[in-house]
């Protein structure tokens, strides 16, 4: 099995990103993110496509560690429900859960968290099995 933080590494943009695989199973995956201001927008807030992308990685990561040896997985669908912002400076969690794992396809969801405990978004992904 590979390591929480091999796992972050291994994938570019989550590595540009700065994305933190914290703990990652088969049955879940829990990462961190420092929001930077050169993931910001103009409001020195989280820019949505941080937040998918975020998600996506811990989505993916979990599709990962349940495929089958030898197959790969891709993101064909995800939708995102953006609720609060999270500012520059501070930092936020994720922890992204299967809610199908099939043979052909599996789909996570990940709920984003500031440091307060609220709600930034929630990420609902389907990872075809390739």
């Not at 993110?33 to 989280?46: D, F, K, Q």
């Not at 969690?93 to 789909?107: D, K, N, Y």
Request: with cysteine.
């Amino acid at each position: 099995m590979d390591s929480p933080e091999r796992l972050s590494v291994s994938q570019p943009l989550a590595k540009l990103l700065g994305v933190e695989i914290l703990e990652a199973d088969k049955n879940r995956v829990f990462g961190r993110l420092l929001v930077r201001e050169e993931i910001c927008t103009g409001w020195h807030t989280i820019h949505g496509g941080a937040i998918m992308a975020f998600a996506d990685t811990l989505g993916a990561t979990g599709a990962y560690l349940n495929l089958p040896e030898g197959a790969s997985t891709t993101t064909i669908e995800s939708k995102t429900n953006f609720i609060a912002p999270a500012k520059a400076g501070t930092v936020v969690t994720a922890e992204s859960l299967p809610i199908h794992i099939g043979r052909r396809s599996s789909v996570w969801q990940t709920k984003i968290s500031r440091d307060d405990g609220k709600l930034v978004a929630i990420v609902t992904q389907t990872q075809m099995v390739l």
